[in-house]
C-alpha cells in the first residue's frame, strides 16, 4: 500500500460539510473524493481530512490523505483526480508520505479567514464567499478584541468538540485550544477575519465573528467580550456568522513531512 497526500480547494456551496454523511444529508466533500479514486481504482479509499468543514464551508488550503494499492505516482493521481471530481473540488498538489503520516494528526495547526463585505451595497461577484454587512464597523475594536483570544484557553463559548457526537469517543471532550493568531483587518470595503489555531472547535470560527461582529457594532464592549471569552459558557449574545463566508486557507505541518511536486498553474506552493 502507498500512502499519498493532497492539497485540495473546493466551494463548499451545495455540500454538507466535508465528513461523510448519510445520503439523505446530501453530498460531502469526503464522499466526492472517496467516489472519484473509486472510480480511478476500483478501491474503497477512505480520505482523511485536516479540518471537517461544516456545511456550506469552503477551503482553498485544506489536506487529505489516503491509502491504496495503486502503482500511479502522485502526478498521475493529480491528474486523475481532477478529470473526474466535480468542478467544485480541485487537487492543487499530490505526494508520497511516510505510513506515519495522518492529515489531522501530523498537523501543528490550521488556519481560517472570514471575509466581509463592509458596504451598503451588495457585492454579487463575491457574495458566494462573504459576509455581507451594511452597518458601520469599527474594525479596530474587533481587532482589538482579538487579543482576548490568543495564548492556552478554553473555547467553549465558541463551539463544540468535533468528537461530541461520535459515540466511539466518548467524553468528557476538552474544548481547550491553542489560538496562536488571531486578527481582523480591513481593505477597502472588505474585512478579512483571520484565525490560526492548533484545532478548531466545531462552530468556532463562526462563532467567534459573530460574537466580534457585536463589538464592531458597539454592542459588545472589550471588557463583555473579554468576559464572554473566560466564562466559556455557551449562552452569550453572539450567534454564529453564515458559513458561506469562511474558508479554511491553510495546515502547517512540520518541516520535510511533506514533499508537493509544483504545478503548472501554482507558482509557490
Sequence with gaps: MMKFACGIEYDGTGYHGFQRQSETQGPTIQGALEAAILRI??????VY????T???????????HFSTASTMTPQQWLAALNAVLPESVALRWSC???DSFHARYSALNRSYRYTLWNDRARKPLIARYSYHRSQALAVNLMDEACRFLLGRKDFGAFGRSPDATNPLKPGPHSCVRTMLKASIQRQDALIY???TADAFLTGMVRRMVGTLLL???????????AAIVQRA????????APSHGLCLVGVMY???????????????I
Design 254 to 268: 512540520p518541516d520535510g513531512l511533506l514533499h508537493m511536486e509544483k504545478t503548472d498553474n501554482d507558482e509557490d
Design 49 to 52: 481530512g485536516a479540518g471537517r
Design 215 to 225: 463589538v464592531g457594532q458597539k454592542r459588545l464592549s472589550l471588557t463583555e467580550f
Design 96 to 98: 508520497e508520505v511516510p
Design 54 to 64: 461544516d456545511a456550506g464551508v469552503h477551503a482553498s488550503g485544506q489536506v487529505i
Design 193 to 195: 477575519c483571520d484565525f
Design 41 to 46: 481504482s476500483g478501491e474503497m479509499s477512505v
Design 233 to 240: 459558557e455557551t449562552t452569550h449574545p453572539g450567534s454564529a
